[in-house]
């Protein structure tokens, strides 16, 4: 079944491209132009992915991806026409998955929804010979299922948060280097920054936080990050 995938806009221009290039990479586009249209059209059928221009009027796209994650983990890829740190920072802090500037490569924008959609869905069950639960302390993974809890509560994690977090699950007595982090999260061509890593972290530490566990992952510092006690 081919992926539908959601276009949040206020360029007519770039929803053809953008939509242009999804479809021909296989799948298939809705497309808005502004905030409230994006949340109705997610209300009417919910998508596999929202590309969500952050620059839209009225209401922008760091609105719209908040009132999102009130009561869905729909995975979102930001686009922004100014390369502000803070923005990226701020979206993937609202609950963002990924981030892409304008002017950009359409080819690079569907290798980046692909990522993201292949860390959002199960694996088929013939290619889960491998994939176990994970569990440490009172936090537990089961990838087949995307399912997270700690202490029996369960976690809404983002697709990037939730490799992540079973990236240090896998070897739960390692320190894990910034490059190792991301190499989890993200394939092997898609280049985040070091701040990009640091925000994935703290969204992870802040909603683990909120169920009980506050020593999640434990800064090394100048080296990178290890799993913590997890109230084990």
Do not use: W
């Amino acid at each position: 079944m081919p992926h539908n995938i959601l276009v949040a806009d206020d360029d007519p221009h770039i929803r053809e491209i953008i939509c242009f290039a999804l479809e021909k990479a296989g799948m298939k586009t809705a497309a808005v132009a502004d905030g409230a249209a994006a949340l109705q059209a997610v209300e009417r059928r919910a998508p596999d992915l929202i590309v969500l221009d952050i620059g839209m009027p009225e209401m922008d796209g760091l609105e719209v991806c908040r009132r999102l994650r009130q009561k869905s983990d729909v995975p979102v890829l930001f686009l922004s026409a100014r390369d502000e740190e803070i923005d990226r920072i701020l979206g993937l802090e609202m609950g963002g998955d990924d981030y892409v500037t304008k002017p950009f490569s359409p080819r690079e924008l569907v290798a980046r929804v692909n990522v993201i959609l292949r860390r959002a869905r199960p694996a088929p069950v013939e290619e889960e010979a491998d994939e176990r639960e994970f569990a440490h302390g009172k936090l537990m993974l089961v990838p087949a299922s995307h399912a997270a809890s700690f202490d029996g509560k369960p976690l809404t994690l983002t697709a990037i948060e939730f490799a992540i977090l079973k990236g240090f699950l896998a070897r739960p007595q390692h320190v894990l280097g910034r490059d190792a982090v991301m190499a989890n999260a993200y394939a092997s061509n898609i280049h985040v920054s070091e701040r990009t890593v640091d925000s994935h972290i703290r969204n992870v530490r802040a909603k683990l936080a909120a169920v009980g566990c506050a020593d999640a992952i434990a800064t090394v510092h100048g080296v990178g990050f290890r799993l913590g006690r997890c109230g084990g």
